[in-house]
């Protein structure tokens, strides 16, 4: 008779408690997946995971704030003591400085008159939480038999893309704090992939697309199911699945 693998698969997702971490966790979970809710506010996590509870799937809250060592310390601990291990990352968790992107807001993001204060908030959210948690959770990542890291970016970190000014993105205002901490966020993808690689750790970076969020005023055009998609195709990849590339449902993604 063959032995029954009871290796529990669990997986962490920053800022999930709604967006595109929240699709992310609900079809997770729906594949079977123990989805570890992470959020700042720790009702709002205990609530989403008992709304994906209640839709049949395995879930629990995780107090963590991306920006707090001791928050991101306390989340580790917790993953270890009740499951010793950890098989997905994703770091979904993110601002874009200017709370929802209006043309208003956006404004606020032009270089020449950017406020280096909100760089400095955004790239500690975007950058470096994204260090501090991979960090904290990696020992638990190299446990898993298939550990996958997944990093949320977005198009408009593409260096190619908005250098184009005949591209998609050129009617963008320029950024000087979201657009380019997206942008080393993909530069940190590929180095954690670089180093990594050996440990058989696949680390991605995706751009879910337009997607109807809080961040966006609920004005883009894809559900969160589909911009959620790619971000749990990335995180079941095969072992060999890709590792240091940037992706959208689409395919890849020009640097």
Do not use: C
């Not at 003591?81 to 990352?89: E, I, M, P, T, W």
């Not at 446990?143 to 990093?151: D, H, L, T």
């Not at 593409?158 to 205002?173: A, C, E, M």
């Not at 940190?188 to 337009?210: I, M, S």
């Amino acid at each position: 008779m063959t032995e029954r693998n009871t290796h529990e698969k669990i997986a962490l997702i920053t800022g999930a408690n709604k967006g595109i971490g929240r699709g992310a966790a609900e079809q997770l979970a729906g594949q079977g997946t123990t989805v570890l809710i992470g959020a700042r506010d720790p009702q709002r996590g205990e609530e989403a995971a008992a709304a994906v509870r209640a839709a049949g799937g395995n879930a629990r809250a995780v107090a963590l704030d991306v920006t707090d060592p001791a928050s991101i310390h306390a989340a580790a601990k917790q993953v270890e003591k009740q499951f010793g291990h950890l098989d997905v990352l994703i770091n979904n968790a993110g601002i874009t400085g200017s709370g929802q992107v209006s043309p208003a807001a956006a404004n606020d993001q032009v270089p020449s008159s950017i406020d280096v204060d909100m760089v400095r908030s955004v790239f500690d959210t975007n950058y470096f939480g994204v260090i501090a948690v991979t960090n904290a959770m990696l020992p638990l990542l190299l446990r898993s038999p298939a550990p996958r890291i997944v990093n949320v970016s977005s198009h408009a970190a593409s260096v190619s893309i908005n250098s184009d000014p005949d591209g998609f993105l050129s009617g963008l205002l320029p950024s000087a704090a979201y657009a380019p901490s997206k942008s080393a966020l993909n530069a940190l993808t590929v180095q954690y992939a670089k180093e990594l690689r050996k440990d058989g750790v696949l680390v991605n970076a995706v751009a879910p697309g337009f997607v109807d969020t809080d961040s966006n005023d609920h004005t883009g055009v894809l559900t969160v199911a589909q911009g959620a998609a790619v971000l749990v195709r990335l995180a079941t990849l095969a072992a060999d699945g890709p590792t240091g590339g940037f992706f959208s449902e689409e395919g890849p993604v020009p640097w």
